[in-house]
């Protein structure tokens, strides 16, 4: 009895020393966000520097940027990182979050296949690159999956004058899926796609993809930040969701964002306003 005794006093007393180093552990933030950070890489860069310089986690749920909003708008998580500057300006009105913070932006592309059977390779123009897609009835794979890079496809669809939705399920494609996944089905069809420059630089399976239309300035691709209401949702850990948002905009979180390169590539370019 005796040592059984012993045995379970050392267990308690384990317990007892185990405990707090566990709840310390438990300190992070969760952040919605796109998933080209993700997916780019981006956030497998720049969160260790964050985490290692405050010891809080950061848990990332990638969605697309309407997924990210909606996770926002039920309180599902302390910061969003997102690129849809309407939505997000919507988000902020509505009272769910904010002050938004711009950080960095980057571009979108059209990518191809090198036959090119839209004949589009080397234009300038992402709308008459559009037209001519809808015209030829050439394979196009669309998110469609209410992202910011769906969001913005559509934006462009309309200022072409197209509705794409009367080619759904021959042409054009929806995934429903993610920037990488929907890049793979592009690849597998020898499809059309539009994508954002970062996920593309770090996007491995490209088959007979190429940029067949970049440089129009319609495909800037904005980035913003910004803190969940805690007054809608109390739970929201909001010192630490806010020293995060501090962090990504100040000098050194910049920096780490502009550090990122694949190759030669800088996917990102900071552009926070301090």
């Known amino acids: ?70 996770t926002g708008r039920r309180g599902d998580a302390d910061v969003l ?11 902020v009105a509505e009272g769910y979050g904010g002050p938004r913070h711009e950080v960095m932006y980057n571009d979108f592309v059209m990518v191809g296949p090198k036959a090119d059977p839209a ?30 890079t769906h969001a913005a496809e559509l934006r462009l669809w309309k200022a072409a004058a197209i509705d794409p939705q009367t080619g759904k399920g021959a ?26 420059r970062g996920t593309w630089l770090s996007f491995k399976n490209r088959g007979d993809l190429v940029i067949v239309v970049e440089g129009d300035q319609r495909l800037f691709n904005q980035y913003g930040i910004m803190l969940v209401n805690p007054a809608k949702h109390p739970h929201v850990k909001k010192d630490m969701g806010q020293e995060f948002v501090d962090w990504v905009i100040s000098a050194e979180g910049q920096k780490v964002i502009a550090d990122y390169k694949i190759g030669a590539d800088q996917l990102f370019f900071p552009n926070a306003r301090r």
Not at 31 to 53: D, I, R, W, Y
Not at 177 to 186: C, Q, Y
């Open 171 to 196: 042409w054009y494609r929806e995934t429903g899926s993610g920037m990488g996944p929907t890049l793979n089905t592009a690849s597998g069809m020898n499809a059309y796609t539009f994508t954002d």
């Open 119 to 148: 004949k589009v390779a080397g234009g300038k123009d992402i709308l008459v690159a559009y037209k001519k897609i809808a015209e030829s009835q050439a394979p196009f794979a669309s998110r469609g999956d209410k992202s910011g």
């Open 81 to 91: 990182f997102v690129h849809d500057k309407a939505a997000e300006e919507k988000f």
């Open 1 to 70: 009895m005796a040592i059984i005794r012993g045995v379970l006093l050392a267990l308690a007393l384990s317990g007892l020393v185990q405990g707090p180093m566990a709840w310390a552990q438990q300190k992070f933030i969760t952040v919605a966000s796109t998933t080209s950070t993700e997916q780019s890489g981006l956030f497998k860069h720049m969160l260790p520097v964050f985490e290692k310089k405050t010891g809080i986690q950061v848990r990332v749920v990638a969605q697309g940027t309407g997924q990210a909003l909606d």
